[in-house]
């Protein structure tokens, strides 16, 4: 019987196509964000008066953290786009080997490969 290793099937060749795509869902998600860090930000101060309400302090405190979660995603779309300007897209800033086609396909903004992501993640 013949030993089958386990074989990382990771497509990543990105066609023209592909990349063209990337850049478009990058470029929609910081669209996307902007606009939500403008809602979040307007919203807050419309309720700027009503802090003494406990339920307006809870949806505050809501509204920030949707802001600082969306200002997150926002910085690493941008990194994503400076990547793709620069030519070091697609490439693991652990490891640097090629981060897989279906990745970067659900996350565009991915930094690593899916191992080293699972290693940062493993040591928070």
């Known amino acids: 019987m013949v030993n089958h290793q386990i074989i990382d099937d ?24 902007q606009e939500q860090l403008h809602q979040l930000s307007t919203a807050a101060t419309s309720r700027a008066d009503a802090f003494r309400d406990r339920q307006a302090a809870s949806q505050i405190e809501v509204r920030v953290t949707l802001a600082a979660s969306a200002r997150m995603v926002l910085a ?30 659900i996350v565009p903004q991915a930094r690593y490969c899916a191992p080293c992501q699972q290693v940062r993640e493993a040591d928070r």
């Open 10 to 33: 990771r497509n990543t060749d990105l066609s023209t196509e592909d990349f063209a795509a990337l850049r478009e869902n990058l470029h929609e998600q910081r669209l996307f964000r």
């Open 76 to 105: 690493d779309v941008e990194a994503a786009l400076t990547r793709m300007d620069q030519g070091r897209y697609g490439t693991c800033r652990l490891c640097r080997s090629p981060i897989a086609r279906e990745r970067l396909m």
